[in-house]
C-alpha cells in the first residue's frame, strides 16, 4: 500500500472510528449493553467493509485506470446493498438492540463518504503520471559546430 493510500485509509477510518465510539456510548445510554453491542457491532462492520472496498477501488486505480469510475459505482452500490442485507438479516436478532445497529450502521456510512470525499479532495493526486524511463533518459545536446 502506497503512502497515499495509507493516508487516506487512515483520514476515512479516524473520524468513523469516532462516531462509531460515540454511538456506542449512545448506545449504551440509551439501549444498555444490547444497544452498545449493536453498536459497536455496526460500526465495525461499517470500517471492514468500507475499508475493503477503499482498498480494492486503490488498486484497480493503480492497474486498471480506465475501470476506475465504474468499479467506484459498482462498489459504492454493492457496499450499500450488503449493509441492507445485513440490516434484513438482524433485524429481529436477539443477541443485540438492532435499532442502535442500524442507526450506527447509517451514521458511520455518512461519515465515511463524507471523510472520504474530503480526503480525496485535498490529496494531491497527479492528473498525469509522468514517464520516467524518459525523464531518466540523457538528452541529446547540440553540437556548437
Same mark, same amino acid.
Given at each position: 500500500?502506497?503512502?497515499?493510500?495509507?493516508?487516506?485509509?487512515?483520514?476515512?477510518?479516524?473520524?468513523?472510528?469516532?462516531?462509531?465510539?460515540? =454511538? +456506542?456510548?449512545?448506545?449504551?445510554? /440509551?439501549?444498555?449493553? #444490547?444497544?452498545?453491542?449493536?453498536?459497536? *457491532?455496526?460500526?465495525? @462492520? !461499517?470500517?471492514?467493509?468500507?475499508?475493503?472496498?477503499?482498498?480494492?477501488?486503490?488498486?484497480?486505480?493503480?492497474?486498471?485506470?480506465?475501470?476506475?469510475?465504474?468499479?467506484?459505482?459498482?462498489?459504492?452500490?454493492?457496499?450499500?446493498?450488503?449493509?441492507?442485507?445485513?440490516? =434484513? +438479516?438482524?433485524?429481529?436478532?436477539? /443477541?443485540?438492540?438492532? #435499532?442502535?445497529?442500524?442507526?450506527?450502521? *447509517?451514521?458511520?456510512? @455518512? !461519515?465515511?463518504?463524507?471523510?472520504?470525499?474530503?480526503?480525496?479532495?485535498?490529496?494531491?493526486?497527479?492528473?498525469?503520471?509522468?514517464?520516467?524511463?524518459?525523464?531518466?533518459?540523457?538528452?541529446?545536446?547540440?553540437?556548437?559546430?
Amino acid at each position: 500500500m502506497q503512502s497515499n493510500d495509507a493516508r487516506m485509509l487512515l483520514q476515512t477510518a479516524v473520524p468513523t472510528a469516532a462516531v462509531g465510539v460515540i =454511538a +456506542v456510548v449512545a448506545g449504551g445510554v /440509551l439501549g444498555g449493553g #444490547k444497544g452498545a453491542l449493536g453498536s459497536a *457491532v455496526g460500526a465495525l @462492520l !461499517v470500517i471492514v467493509f468500507m475499508g475493503m472496498g477503499l482498498t480494492a477501488l486503490q488498486r484497480t486505480a493503480r492497474s486498471l485506470p480506465h475501470l476506475f469510475q465504474a468499479m467506484g459505482l459498482m462498489l459504492y452500490t454493492a457496499q450499500l446493498l450488503l449493509m441492507l442485507v445485513f440490516v =434484513a +438479516v438482524f433485524k429481529d436478532t436477539t /443477541l443485540f438492540d438492532p #435499532k442502535a445497529f442500524a442507526a450506527t450502521l *447509517v451514521a458511520s456510512t @455518512l !461519515v465515511w463518504i463524507a471523510a472520504q470525499a474530503r480526503a480525496h479532495m485535498k490529496a494531491k493526486i497527479l492528473y498525469v503520471e509522468p514517464d520516467t524511463a524518459e525523464a531518466n533518459r540523457p538528452r541529446a545536446t547540440e553540437s556548437a559546430t
